[in-house]
């Protein structure tokens, strides 16, 4: 049974590995809680670097090697292309209903002056509805790079992409983010999740997120859900979309990986 390994990255190799086509894509199922039968309404796209012997480099280890050495720019590119393919291949099997795909997206890159029309090329170039593409920003992101990044999340939002505020509740500005991003959605942190329905405290804050973010008109994905119990609470107290090992562990596709 494969597994992630806690060995080094050296940006050399991550290099490497990313020129010749080693990584690829696992995609984690999204569902819609909010109706009477559970729905899978979209999938998020998960890097990961397989070994030979089986094994994977977890992203926690090779994803700040990228930001520091700067292929994160590529990788996200890479990423977002291969997701908007998935959609057009989708689209050409005939697959019925709206498939939404989610991809993070480094703080680095919303402050590339280029960033918003290089999606947008790609969105032309695969014929992708926008509205089917949800990119992911962290507050992080937003505190980093000020007013350029503010510039791409408005022009990704004209064209029409959907843009989610990850980790919510890890930030230093949560609710001044909510108040200023035109974000679609915001995404609960697993650190609240994990300890659902039991933990009075962790309970309060997600039902307070959940009430504000519905006030506002934001749909709300709760990511780590790994127990019936914490579906069922959510479910009750408001939360539309959960991501988590209870529906779906990121899985692969043969024409997901690099080259295919």
């Known amino acids: 049974m494969s597994g992630t390994t806690a060995r080094p990255v050296e940006a050399v190799e991550l290099t490497r590995a990313f020129e010749k086509g080693d990584l690829m894509l696992h995609y984690q199922p999204q569902v819609d809680v909010s109706h009477r039968w559970p729905k899978i309404v979209g999938y998020e796209a998960l890097a990961r670097w397989p070994l030979s012997d089986g094994n994977f480099i977890s992203p926690d280890r090779f994803i700040p090697v990228a930001e520091a050495s700067g292929i994160v720019t590529a990788l996200d590119i890479w990423v977002i292309e291969t997701v908007c393919k998935e959609m057009a291949h989708a689209r050409t099997k005939g697959a019925s209903g709206r498939l939404n795909m989610s991809a993070n997206v480094s703080a680095q890159h919303f402050g590339e002056a ?137 899985a692969a596709r043969r024409h997901h990986q690099r080259g295919a």
């Open 114 to 250: 280029q960033f918003a029309q290089s999606v947008a090329d790609i969105l032309e170039k695969t014929g992708v509805d926008p509205g089917c593409l949800t990119l992911e920003i962290t507050e992080r992101a937003v505190l980093a790079k000020g007013d350029l990044t503010m510039r791409n999340i408005l022009d990704l939002r004209e064209m029409g992409v959907s843009l989610t505020l990850d980790d919510f509740g890890t930030g230093y500005s949560s609710l001044f983010h909510l108040k200023c991003l035109p974000v679609q959605e915001v995404k609960l942190d697993r650190s609240f999740i994990t300890d659902l329905p039991h933990q009075a405290r962790d309970a309060a804050i997600v039902s307070a997120t959940i009430k504000l973010a519905s006030e506002l008109g934001l749909r709300v994905v709760a990511e780590g859900v790994e127990r019936a119990s914490q579906a069922s609470w959510l479910r009750t107290n408001g939360c539309q979309i959960i991501q988590g090992f209870l529906y779906g562990r990121p």
